[in-house]
């Protein structure tokens, strides 16, 4: 199992509420590649290949030179094409956002923002993806802060603010969101729909998982796209300051 993680830097300022992302690009190289196929890794060798039945599937190599295991108090080898980890993951991130539009804290209002990330692995039993947030609540400054959104058990439909509240959520979309943020076109974790904008939840500090697949992707990978919102209820009267939430996305191999 391999694990490939980026962090998620938001701030939030009152009066103006700017939402910013930062987020680190995680790649892998390939040998080569075009728009159509990507090879990992090759071999130059006289023999061996691919062989299947209904009960196995052997991968083999024969007259590589210099395979097998070296290690030393500095470095561990694995030498050879049949030596190399039999899965790769690589989880992608954009250029940062802003959320917009800025909320007045005094009469509050709502900010929208979101990221996309690709999920890429050669793994047959394909990856999770999960969030998680690095403090709760997870949009701080200093002493104050702005509560995580809780659902009504399972993720809301629609993002709702009471005009005393302030809260921040998020809703995931991907061709492989998991159940829980799937709908029925007016419930969520309910049916196989995936409406957009729908599907509200809060952050933890546990993870999350919010997109899964069953199979391999490569070359062209997987996307999901995370929706965040901050909403200030007009009664709040919010202070004025730099508000900061960090999340972790963690993608998997299976």
């Not at 993806?129 to 997870?138: D, E, H, Q, V």
């Not at 799937?182 to 500090?205: I, K, Q």
């Not at 993870?207 to 391999?216: C, G, K, L, M, V």
Request: with cysteine; proline share 4%; charged share 10%.
């Amino acid at each position: 199992m391999l694990v490939r993680d980026f962090y998620i830097t938001m701030l939030c300022a009152l009066i103006a509420l700017p939402f910013a992302l930062f987020s680190l690009h995680i790649s892998f190289a390939q040998v080569r590649q075009s728009t159509n196929y990507k090879i990992q890794s090759d071999s130059i060798n006289f023999g061996g290949g691919l062989s299947t039945s209904t009960s196995y599937r052997l991968e083999s190599t024969a007259g590589e030179v210099a395979t097998g295991d070296g290690s030393s108090t500095s470095y561990n080898l694995r030498g050879g094409y049949q030596q190399l980890s039999t899965t790769y993951i690589a989880l992608s991130a954009p250029s940062p956002v802003v959320m917009t539009p800025s909320i007045p804290g005094l009469t509050g209002g709502t900010a929208n923002g979101s990221t996309t990330v690709i999920v890429t692995t050669d793994s047959p039993a394909g990856y999770s993806l999960s969030i998680k947030a690095s403090a709760s609540p997870a949009m701080q400054s200093g002493s104050n802060t702005i509560a995580d959104y809780v659902p009504s058990g399972n993720p809301d439909f629609t993002f709702t603010v009471g005009t005393s509240s302030a809260v921040f959520g998020y809703s995931p979309s991907s061709v492989n969101t998991v159940n829980r943020f799937r709908d029925n076109g007016s419930v969520c974790n309910a049916g196989a729909g995936e409406t957009l904008l729908a599907c509200w939840d809060g952050l933890s500090t546990v993870d999350t998982t919010i997109s899964q697949s069953s199979s391999a992707n490569t070359p062209n990978g997987a996307t999901t796209t995370v929706y965040f919102r901050v909403g200030i209820g007009s009664d709040v009267g919010k202070a004025e300051g730099v508000y900061v939430a960090t999340t972790t996305l963690t993608a998997l191999s299976l």
